[in-house]
């Protein structure tokens, strides 16, 4: 569905994607990791339109798509969400959905004068849409609630919810499980993989929690300074040599050397995740 070819976005001497290569597969949930400044939400960035590459593709369905703003890509069905959340704090969440849809009749000022009918009709169907989408995500509780009162986590939902008004076909998720609870995010867990089973939404998801990413994502790929890096099923990436190295810092020569790094990261996960959240190590 998403094919990357050799792609590059430099700001100045900075080379924050540096010949990356990737393919999205329809229909997958993929992963895509790395240590903080990999490159992963510059990748993203380019791929949605937010930033034109320095050079190298991007092709959606085999069109070229390179360089096109977000509004072009949102209409090819291509959606990113944010780490931080951007919402219509003073609306309510069921009027933060029904603000999606393009080319609705009540934006046209001679429709909203001259064809009242018309707008009403088809803000009833905006609506409806909108109250599947918050039954299907299980946020009735919060439908009225004004979305800038929102938990981190349930604005998060939000955001997912947004992009099932417009049915896209791939989505990008940026750190979704930033500032979330555990029960939010397994709720979150829960939409992405109905979405995607049940509906046939392709993902694409930053993530630093290993353990969501273990849950969710096959295949899971590994950026490191601008590049990819591996790319494997979870327990292949966690158990690739030049994996461990990019995040512990350590080089892995013979195999005592492995050994002894093996056992480096086992410490730290127990170290920085003592609840076994994994979130640690290798996130």
């Known amino acids: 569905m998403i094919v990357v070819r ?23 949930i993929t992963g895509l990791i790395g240590p903080n400044g990999a490159g992963k939400t510059t990748l993203f960035n380019v791929i949605a339109g937010a930033y034109s590459p320095t050079s190298g593709s991007v092709f959606l369905d085999g069109e070229e798509i390179s360089g096109l703003p977000p509004h072009e ?19 309510s969440v069921r009027e933060n959905l029904m603000m999606v849809p393009g080319g609705q009749s009540g934006e046209s000022l001679i429709d909203a004068w001259f064809r009242p009918t018309r707008v009403r009709e088809e803000e009833k169907l905006v609506r409806k849409k909108a109250d599947e989408v918050i039954e299907f995500l299980e946020i009735s509780h919060v439908a009225d609630e004004l979305a800038g009162n929102l938990s981190g986590g349930q604005k998060k939902l939000l955001e997912l919810g947004r992009t099932m008004m417009v049915d896209a076909k791939i989505v990008f998720l940026d ?33 630093h929690d290993m353990e969501f990413i273990t849950r969710l994502c096959n295949p899971v790929i590994v950026m490191a300074e601008g590049r990819v890096l591996a790319q494997g099923s979870a327990a292949e990436v966690r158990a690739n040599e030049d994996v461990i190295e990019a995040y512990l810092g350590t080089g892995l020569k013979n195999k005592p050397a492995k050994a002894a790094v093996a056992t480096t990261a086992a410490a730290t996960t127990e170290t920085a995740d003592p609840a076994g959240t994994g979130t640690g190590a290798v996130s």
């Open 6 to 28: 050799d792609l590059h976005k430099h700001f100045g001497g900075i080379r924050a994607v540096d010949g990356a290569s990737i393919e999205i597969e329809e229909g997958s």
């Open 73 to 91: 890509l949102f209409s090819k069905g291509l959606l990113r969400t944010f780490q931080i959340a951007h919402e219509f704090s003073t609306l």
């Open 175 to 207: 750190e979704v499980g930033a500032g979330v609870n555990r029960t939010l995010l397994k709720t979150i867990g829960e939409s992405i993989i109905r979405l995607n089973k049940e509906r046939g939404y392709t993902f694409c998801l930053i993530e």
